[in-house]
Structure formats: structure tokens, C-alpha cells
């Protein structure tokens, strides 16, 4: 019998893109999948400091399984992520039946780790930084186990250099470390063809991506690119050692991976506003893969609070990139991130915030009540924390606003055609489908006789009603099915994924 494990994933896309990897390692080396956590033989739990209460739910989580491993002692438990980077030692002080900690920058040690616990006992390991040499510390550069075949997460570049008041980010994935672009566009190229048709392209602060990049490195591809690039293909490697030109390298990998032949939806998460260049906004506008999103997280709309959060812009030159965003691109959806209650905030604060989102008439929105991480710069504000009761207040205040917008935004959708991404049966309703349209709202249909089609199926739906998060329509036809290499058609809604909540 083959061992198995699980792994229980907290937070945010790059944490769900580590699980993919984690899974890809472990299933190589012979373990399978197991589908409840409690009953696997290694039962991995990846961790994640920026969401809240984070150190309560994973300790909650180890807490329960403190039991599983008294029944089953050779059962090994591992904590990954961002929250095993900052504890380190503390985790297995507080959970003594924890077998292996390791952090973000050994994801690709996984499987050895695992292997060494069972044969020697329990080990923790925590690196200070990610080697930049070491290609296998990018998520993407290991094999993966992922949740939908037709879609795939690629990271392009790992850390961030910025240093927001209120976000551990930094501390625990270190610096900005870019990808060499051919490695890129040769990996999107080799997952499209396994049946990919749509990837989001992954990073803290994605268009700073190339930043870190020297001159000479920029054209330090791994070969296939480099061999094949014509002169009309200076964006593939080789043009880049030629011509030795400083571009926007971000707007310039949008435009190399969606002219790649298969891939249909190209996505992106999440860009930081101060770096929203011209160049990326006009690749989206003309680059006919990428999709018609922008998830542009504004934190705040008052400038005081902005330069508290050391956020690098204004309310209104924020304003300014999105209107130009929105001028360029046709029908562009547009998602944010919003902190309430950060400290030092005062109503005249929040209001300019409910003005700036009313004026940004959002389709969507992750708003949060500001709780202070440890180890942040906003965590060390307590003379100026906002009471909680007023944040709550002001929550539901900014929440009503996003909503409003949000319904409008689905409303003007009534009556058009919208091109639908299946992600499977509606987990409330198996006779319902649910899929995704460009902009990355959720759309349900009824299904067609025979059920729900394929994952990764494209369909056109006749949108008929709409709520704030969603759209409801009837199904036109079906545009065309996927063509998955090992496809997997289990039951069940399929994670596609979508916007992160950090950057
Ligand atoms: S919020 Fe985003 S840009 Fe700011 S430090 Fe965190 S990851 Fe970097």
C-alpha cells in the first residue's frame, strides 16, 4: 500500500501554489493523495501569516491533530509556509507532535524533509533567503499536483521589495527574485501544451517583475527560446541579449505568453498601483489572451493613511491609473483590496476611502479589518489602533458601497453573451454549472441534458440575472471542449484561480 498524505492550505495564491508543489514532490516520490486530512500518513498543514488570526488557526488545527497522532504515532505532521518562517523553533514548542517545519524557501526540500523525520525524527528547517541561483526555490520550477487541469498558476517571481506597514510578506519571502523571462514563456509553452488554456501569472507585486533582473541576466533563457527567436521574436530570450534594450519586462511577458498557441486566458496577481505602467496597460488592452481584470488593491483612499501604510502613491494618482486602465481596456472588471480601521485612521479618513471606492465603481472587493501581525512595522502602532466596534461599523459601511457597485457592474451584464469557463457542477446545486467569464465573475447556467460539461470546457452563456457576486444565464452552445492530457473529470466544483488579497 502507498503512504498518503494531505495537505491543508491557509491564505493566498503563492500558499495554494507551494500546496501544488508540495503535493507534485511528495506524489513523485510514491505517496498518494489521500482526501481526509485526519487520515493520512503525512499530514501537512501550510501556513499563512497575512491573513488573520493565522497563528490561532493553525495551532487550533494542530491542536485537533494531536489526537490523530496518539492514535497513530508513525503518522508524520509538517507545517509549511509563511507563519513556520517567522515561528521557527516556536512551532514545535507549542506543538511538540509536529515532525517537520520547514518555510518559504525550502518548499522544494519538502519531500526529503519528510522522508528524513520518518527515518530519523523530527527536523526543522529554516532558511534565511532563497538562493537566487537555485531555480528549484520557484514554486513553478518543481512538478505539481494541480487542482484544475485546464488551468495553472505560474509564479514569475518570488518576495517583495516593498515594505508596507501592515504586511510580513517581506519578512518571510525576502527580497524581490525574478524568473528569466525564457523560462517563463518556455513553461507556460510546455503547460499549454499538456491542455492548459488558461494560466495566472503569480507574484507579490507582479509588475515590478524584471526589476531585480540584470541586463545580462535578462537574456538568460534556458536554451529552447533562445535557439528559436527570430528577430521578430525579441520578447523569447535571444532578443534580449541582442538588443540589450531596458523594457518593460512585465507588459513584454504578457504579451509572449498570451501569443503562445493554446493558451486562451492569461491572468495576473497582483500588481502594486505605483508600478501600473503605460506598457501594461496598453499589453492588456492589445494582447487579446489576457483577460479584461485588473485586481489593483488600494489599501486606502486617504493619502494620510496611504503614507502610513508606506504604499508609494496617492488616492488620486491611483484614481488616474485606473482611469487610464479603464480607457484602454474595453469592458475591464476591476477588483481591489481594502484595510479598515489601520491604525490612526479617522472618519475623515475612512470617508475619503468610501469616496475613492465609490469613484472606483468596483466589481469586486476583499475588504478586512486591520489586525496587527507580528513582526510588522503597523503592529508596533498600538497608541493609534481604531477601536474595534468603530472599524466593525466602518466595515459594513465600505461593504455596502463595494456591494453596490458590485450589483450594478453584474446588472450591465444582463442580456450580453459571456464566454464561461466550466469549473464543474454548482457544489449547492449538481444540476447547475458554474464557470468563470473574463472579467472573473462567477456565472452559474443551467446544465445541459447529460450534465454539467467538462472542466476546462468553453461555453457561451446568455447572462439573464445578476446578484453582487454573481451572474446566472442560460447556455448558448458550447465554444469548445478541452483537450487535457490525464484529464480529470471527478465531480465536484474545480478551483480556478482567482485574485489574491496582498500587494
Ligand atoms: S502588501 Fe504587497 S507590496 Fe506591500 S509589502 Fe506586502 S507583498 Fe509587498
Known sequence: MARTY??????CQMNEHDSERIAGLLEGDGYQRASVLEQADVMVLNTCCIRENADNKLYGALGRLKAVKAKRPDALIAVAGCLAQKDRELVRER????????????????????????????????????????????????????????SA????????????????????????????????????????????????????????????????????????????????????????????????????????VGALDGIRRVRFTSPHPKDLRPETIAAMAEVPAVCEHLHLPLQSGSDAVLRAMRRGYTSERYLERLR????????????????????????????????????????????????????????????????????????????????????????????????????????????VTTGRSRRNTLVHFPSPPGGAPQPGTYARVEVTAAAANFLQGALVDIESRPALAGSDSSPGRRRIPVAVAAS
Open 6 to 11: 494531505a495537505i491543508r492550505t491557509f491564505g
Open 95 to 150: 506543538a511538540g507532535h509536529v515532525d517537520v517545519v520547514f518555510g518559504t524557501h525550502n518548499v522544494h526540500r519538502a519531500a526529503e524533509l519528510i522522508d528524513h523525520a520518518r527515518r530519523h525524527g523530527p527536523v526543522v528547517e529554516i532558511l534565511a533567503e532563497t538562493v537566487r541561483e537555485d531555480a528549484e526555490a520557484f514554486p513553478s520550477a518543481l512538478p505539481a499536483r494541480r487542482e484544475a487541469e485546464h
Open 153 to 256: 498558476w505560474v509564479t514569475i517571481q518570488i518576495g517583495c521589495d516593498n515594505s508596507c506597514t501592515f504586511c510580513i510578506v517581506p519578512a518571510v519571502r525576502g527580497p524581490e527574485i525574478s524568473r528569466p523571462f525564457g523560462e517563463l514563456v518556455d513553461e507556460v509553452r510546455a503547460l499549454a501544451a499538456t491542455g492548459v488554456t488558461e494560466v495566472t501569472l503569480l507574484g507579490q507585486n507582479v509588475n515590478s517583475y524584471g526589476r531585480d533582473l540584470a541586463l545580462s541576466r535578462r537574456g538568460s533563457t534556458n536554451g529552447s527560446d533562445a535557439a528559436s527567436a527570430g528577430d521578430d521574436e525579441w520578447w523569447c530570450g535571444s532578443g534580449w541579449t541582442a538588443d540589450r534594450r531596458a523594457r518593460p519586462l512585465f507588459a513584454d511577458l504578457l504579451r509572449a
Open 324 to 431: 487610464s486602465a479603464r480607457a484602454a481596456v474595453e469592458d475591464l472588471a476591476v477588483s481591489t483590496d481594502i484595510i479598515v480601521g489601520f491604525p490612526g485612521e479617522t472618519e475623515a479618513d475612512f470617508v475619503q476611502t468610501l469616496e475613492v471606492a465609490a469613484e472606483a465603481r468596483y466589481d469586486s472587493a476583499f475588504t478586512f479589518i486591520f489586525s496587527p501581525r507580528p513582526g510588522t512595522a503597523a503592529a508596533e502602532m498600538g497608541d493609534r489602533f481604531v477601536p474595534h466596534d468603530v472599524s466593525v461599523d466602518r466595515y459594513e459601511r465600505l461593504r455596502r458601497v463595494i456591494e453596490r457597485s458590485s450589483r450594478l457592474a453584474n446588472e450591465a451584464r444582463i442580456g450580453r453573451i459571456e464566454e464561461v469557463v466550466v469549473e464543474g457542477p454548482s457544489k449547492k446545486d449538481p444540476a
